[in-house]
């Protein structure tokens, strides 16, 4: 489900669906258009189309009523009466200010992957700037000293994998402090990746004694190997080995046989396919569509004394979200994000992850347009996912309150507010079910769904 | 005279065979020998070189040097806060390594001094620094993180800790390893304590004493490297970590070469030191 549509439309569905009206669901939609639905042609617009909605929203609080006028009249005239009694530009103007912004020079971390896109390229592109922010974009050398910097206040915000926040919060591996999550980076985006002497093995069943990396053990990546090979019937804790390896030396890893494959970014799968020393077997999104990866984090204290900071750092990481979600930008932020300042790696494979027309390694070229996505809104429900899969794998052990959490580190409700405020179109619920590996989750029932695993740590 | 020049130019021409060997044998062995599977134009367009024309993932000698001149002409440029050019990243590295290692100097030549002259101090600590002597910095560098919350003070730390040791050791071996001679006719002199220590133990102890710094700035440099490719943001040892994080091997193999450089420039000039305060039997 995309959030970036049109909130200024005559003929947008008030029903839940998609934003033409066309089809049953917002996954249709986007797989009738191939790119999602159709956002704003710019920011400034999009403002103005907020303020211009709500003076009309006044005018006609009954949206039968409002949509009766707008179809006789059309909406361009509609917003030319409007301004004719009402100062929109002035309006819009104080909008876009918002309230000031308490601290104005932040620090944010990132590690040099894809996932950390739309926190990198809002630095070059200027979607900080633009909300009156003075952000240093700070390359940090893995996720544990990302973590350290972030609770040491060296930086504001930080770019953390999805489940960190959470991990931090309930203080496993670190000091419980609270963190919280107001927007999700990227949806999509990882892969696994075996050497190149596997390729015949592509059936997980046979990977028994098989080495593998992953970034960290708080990761999605973790979480989706370890999925991954349980369905196959592989115990992950006893069958094949895990280890917690930084990304850039997991190439030179596979290229020294010290391993057999990794989950992992897909700047780093595709480097290595690059290099020519393995080969893509499978991309996340065929795991689970729409997972999560990385976020953008920040601890409560830095909400609670910056507000306004926080709430234009927001604005912009959505702003860039939105920014990259569209596929004819991606060739731009390829370049952008692509020299030793930011990522530091060949501009060629970073377009390959981002336009999503790739090398596999084996000799074929493919496409796949989502290959890795962005979408800021925090789904509560991801923190559910994730919860359980840390008590299935034995990080968390007792008893765990999902919901309160989940609700507590991931922000949906003001993310939805702010993105409400920026004339994008939250979804209503903080919930949603999904599916990984055909198999539904209920984020309402997280124990049931634990239950239902037979392979797991036993506790 | 005439023998040590000759054995002087003699050693010089070895070097210069061997560095030609070395080149030569690296230079032959990075040679782009892999066989190159067939590959469509359009798959081989997404593929890097390695994969394309069979070329060597190792650079060779001559790869580097190109690259090398690149940095060489441009040492000071600033492309943001996490690309700047080699000279300023070896500016800071050099920085650091100043800050901690003068601040060791400050702590353990005068501690030296106080536990060598007592000798029973010297027995009751001797355990302690042992112990503490051979601690990784990369061991520090979590506990240093965690308690200082700031990377770069805790990098400055992490130096200051792992150079303090040869020095204090040092120091308390050459003050107390003055000869019994010397500080007795001192004392029938009716030299002051104060004065003893400054102008008959101090100039004794001094070759000692700068042996330890030496050792400690040879310790302090490889420290750097490894503090800064954890903590990041600047120095060489980050640029090391940036340049590994792109596989790119040539810049690593440029880095090496400069910090090998660096660390005898510094070794040097501490060398040069020991020799002003050496003084014959």
Same mark, same amino acid.
């Given at each position: 489900?995309?959030?970036?549509?049109? =909130?200024?439309?005559?003929?947008?569905?008030?029903r =839940?669906?998609?934003?033409?009206?066309?089809?049953?669901?917002? &996954?249709? @939609?986007?797989q009738?258009?191939?790119?999602?639905?159709?956002?704003v042609e710019?920011?400034?617009?999009?403002?103005?189309?907020?303020?211009?909605?709500?003076?009309?929203r006044?005018?006609?609080?009954?949206?039968?009523?409002?949509?009766?006028?707008?179809?006789?009249?059309?909406? %361009? /005239?509609?917003?030319?009466?409007?301004?004719?009694?009402f100062?929109?530009?002035?309006?819009?103007?104080?909008?876009?200010?918002?309230g000031?912004?308490?601290?104005?020079d932040?620090?944010v971390?990132?590690?040099?992957?894809?996932?950390? /896109?739309?926190?990198?390229?809002?630095?070059p592109?200027?979607?900080?700037?633009? @909300?009156?922010?003075?952000?240093?974009?700070?390359?940090?050398?893995?996720?544990?000293?990302?973590?350290?910097?972030?609770?040491?206040? &060296?930086?504001?915000?930080?770019?953390?994998?999805? =489940?960190?926040?959470?991990?931090? %919060?309930?203080g496993?591996?670190?000091?419980?402090?609270?963190?919280?999550?107001p927007?999700?980076?990227?949806?999509?985006?990882?892969?696994?990746?075996?050497?190149?002497?596997?390729?015949?093995?592509?059936d997980?069943?046979?990977?028994?004694?098989?080495?593998?990396?992953?970034?960290?053990?708080?990761?999605? @990546?973790?979480?989706?190997?370890?999925?991954?090979?349980a369905?196959?019937g592989?115990?992950?804790d006893?069958?094949?080995?895990?280890?917690?390896?930084?990304?850039?030396?997991?190439?030179?890893?596979?290229?020294?046989?010290?391993?057999?494959?990794?989950?992992?970014?897909?700047?780093?799968?595709?480097?290595?396919?690059?290099d020519?020393?393995?080969f893509? @077997?499978?991309?996340?999104?065929?795991?689970?569509?729409?997972? =999560?990866?990385?976020?953008?984090?920040?601890?409560?204290e830095?909400?609670?004394?910056?507000?306004?900071?926080?709430?234009?750092? /927001?604005?912009?990481?959505?702003?860039?979200?939105?920014y990259?979600?569209?596929?004819?930008?991606?060739?731009?932020?390829?370049?952008?994000i692509?020299p030793?300042?930011?990522?530091?790696?060949p501009?060629?494979?970073?377009?390959?992850?981002?336009?999503?027309?790739?090398?596999?390694?084996?000799?074929?070229?493919?496409?796949?347009?989502?290959?890795?996505?962005f979408?800021?809104?925090?789904?509560?429900?991801f923190?559910?996912?994730?919860?359980?899969q840390?008590?299935?794998?034995g990080?968390?052990?007792?008893?765990?309150?999902y919901?309160?959490?989940?609700?507590?580190?991931?922000?949906a409700?003001?993310?939805?507010?702010?993105? /409400? &405020?920026?004339?994008?179109?939250?979804?209503?619920s903080?919930?949603?079910?999904?599916?990984?590996?055909?198999?539904?989750?209920?984020?309402?029932?997280?124990?049931?769904?634990?239950?239902s695993?037979?392979?797991?740590?036993?506790? | 005279m005439?023998?040590?020049?000759?054995?002087r130019?003699?050693?010089?021409?070895?070097?210069?065979?061997?560095?030609?060997?070395?080149l030569?044998?690296?230079?032959?062995?990075?040679?782009?020998?892999a066989?190159?599977?067939?590959?469509?134009?359009?798959?081989?367009?997404?593929?890097?070189?390695?994969?394309?024309?069979? $070329?060597?993932?190792?650079?060779?000698?001559?790869?580097?040097?190109?690259?090398?001149?690149?940095?060489?002409?441009?040492?000071?440029?600033?492309?943001?806060?996490?690309? $700047?050019?080699?000279?300023?990243?070896l500016?800071y590295? !050099?920085?650091?390594?100043?800050?901690?290692?003068l601040?060791?100097?400050?702590?353990?030549?005068?501690?030296? #001094?106080?536990?060598?002259?007592?000798?029973?101090?010297?027995?009751?600590?001797?355990? +302690?620094?042992?112990?503490?002597?051979p601690?990784?910095p990369?061991?520090?560098?979590?506990?240093?993180?965690?308690?200082?919350?700031?990377?770069?003070?805790?990098a400055? +730390?992490? !130096?200051?800790?792992c150079?303090?040791?040869?020095?204090?050791?040092?120091?308390?071996?050459?003050?107390?390893?003055?000869?019994?001679?010397?500080?007795?006719?001192?004392?029938?002199?009716?030299?002051?304590?104060?004065?003893?220590?400054?102008?008959?133990?101090?100039?004794?102890?001094?070759?000692t004493?700068?042996?330890?710094?030496?050792?400690? !700035?040879?310790?302090?440099?490889?420290?750097?490297?490894?503090?800064?490719?954890?903590?990041?943001?600047?120095?060489?040892?980050? +640029?090391?970590?940036?340049e590994?994080?792109?596989?790119?091997?040539?810049?690593?193999?440029?880095?090496?070469?400069?910090?090998?450089?660096v660390?005898?420039?510094?070794?040097?000039?501490?060398?040069? #030191?020991?020799?002003m305060?050496? +003084?014959?039997?």
């Amino acid at each position: 489900m995309s959030t970036f549509d049109n =909130p200024f439309d005559p003929d947008r569905n008030l029903r =839940p669906g998609c934003a033409c009206g066309q089809h049953r669901s917002a &996954e249709e @939609h986007e797989q009738a258009a191939g790119l999602g639905c159709e956002p704003v042609e710019s920011e400034e617009k999009r403002y103005e189309s907020v303020v211009a909605s709500a003076v009309m929203r006044a005018m006609f609080p009954q949206d039968v009523a409002r949509r009766a006028f707008l179809k006789s009249v059309g909406a %361009s /005239t509609a917003l030319a009466a409007l301004s004719q009694f009402f100062p929109l530009k002035t309006a819009t103007e104080v909008f876009a200010q918002a309230g000031a912004p308490e601290k104005k020079d932040l620090k944010v971390g990132f590690i040099p992957i894809t996932c950390a /896109t739309p926190i990198i390229m809002a630095a070059p592109l200027g979607f900080y700037a633009k @909300h009156g922010l003075n952000v240093e974009v700070v390359k940090t050398a893995g996720w544990a000293v990302i973590r350290d910097k972030t609770i040491n206040k &060296e930086y504001d915000a930080a770019h953390m994998l999805a =489940p960190m926040p959470i991990a931090i %919060s309930l203080g496993l591996g670190a000091n419980a402090i609270p963190f919280a999550v107001p927007a999700i980076e990227n949806i999509n985006g990882q892969g696994i990746v075996l050497a190149t002497k596997h390729k015949d093995k592509r059936d997980p069943k046979d990977w028994k004694g098989l080495k593998f990396a992953i970034p960290f053990d708080y990761s999605m @990546h973790n979480y989706l190997l370890r999925y991954y090979l349980a369905e196959a019937g592989l115990d992950p804790d006893t069958d094949v080995q895990l280890r917690s390896v930084p990304p850039p030396e997991m190439v030179a890893n596979l290229r020294a046989d010290n391993i057999d494959g990794f989950l992992a970014p897909d700047n780093i799968c595709q480097r290595a396919i690059y290099d020519g020393v393995g080969f893509m @077997h499978l991309l996340s999104k065929e795991i689970w569509d729409g997972h =999560p990866c990385c976020s953008f984090a920040a601890s409560r204290e830095f909400i609670t004394t910056a507000p306004n900071s926080f709430a234009a750092l /927001t604005r912009a990481i959505v702003d860039a979200t939105a920014y990259a979600s569209k596929a004819e930008n991606r060739k731009q932020i390829a370049e952008a994000i692509a020299p030793a300042n930011y990522i530091n790696a060949p501009v060629t494979v970073l377009e390959q992850v981002l336009t999503g027309t790739y090398a596999d390694g084996l000799g074929g070229v493919k496409t796949d347009a989502k290959r890795v996505d962005f979408d800021p809104f925090p789904w509560q429900s991801f923190a559910v996912w994730m919860l359980t899969q840390m008590k299935r794998w034995g990080q968390i052990k007792g008893d765990v309150d999902y919901k309160a959490v989940a609700e507590q580190v991931y922000l949906a409700t003001d993310t939805k507010k702010l993105m /409400t &405020e920026m004339g994008l179109t939250p979804p209503s619920s903080a919930y949603k079910s999904f599916a990984v590996m055909g198999k539904t989750f209920d984020p309402a029932k997280p124990e049931d769904y634990l239950a239902s695993f037979k392979i797991r740590k036993a506790s | 005279m005439m023998t040590t020049s000759s054995l002087r130019l003699r050693a010089g021409l070895v070097s210069i065979a061997l560095l030609a060997a070395f080149l030569g044998i690296w230079h032959l062995a990075t040679r782009s020998t892999a066989p190159v599977a067939t590959m469509s134009p359009e798959y081989a367009k997404l593929m890097g070189l390695t994969a394309t024309q069979g $070329k060597s993932a190792m650079p060779g000698p001559l790869d580097v040097g190109a690259k090398l001149w690149q940095h060489l002409k441009r040492p000071f440029y600033d492309n943001g806060p996490n690309d $700047k050019g080699l000279g300023i990243q070896l500016a800071y590295s !050099i920085a650091r390594v100043g800050t901690g290692y003068l601040l060791a100097v400050l702590v353990a030549i005068p501690l030296g #001094f106080l536990i060598g002259m007592s000798p029973l101090l010297s027995k009751a600590l001797d355990p +302690f620094i042992q112990v503490l002597k051979p601690i990784s910095p990369l061991a520090w560098m979590p506990l240093a993180l965690y308690t200082i919350k700031d990377s770069s003070i805790s990098a400055i +730390f992490v !130096i200051f800790i792992c150079s303090i040791w040869p020095m204090l050791l040092n120091t308390v071996f050459g003050v107390a390893s003055v000869r019994k001679e010397w500080v007795n006719v001192a004392r029938t002199l009716e030299v002051g304590t104060v004065r003893r220590a400054f102008t008959v133990i101090l100039p004794a102890a001094a070759p000692t004493i700068l042996t330890g710094m030496r050792i400690s !700035i040879g310790i302090a440099w490889l420290v750097i490297v490894a503090a800064e490719m954890l903590v990041g943001g600047t120095g060489v040892g980050y +640029f090391v970590w940036n340049e590994w994080n792109n596989l790119s091997i040539t810049n690593v193999i440029i880095a090496i070469l400069l910090i090998g450089i660096v660390g005898m420039l510094l070794d040097q000039i501490l060398a040069r #030191f020991t020799r002003m305060v050496t +003084f014959p039997e």
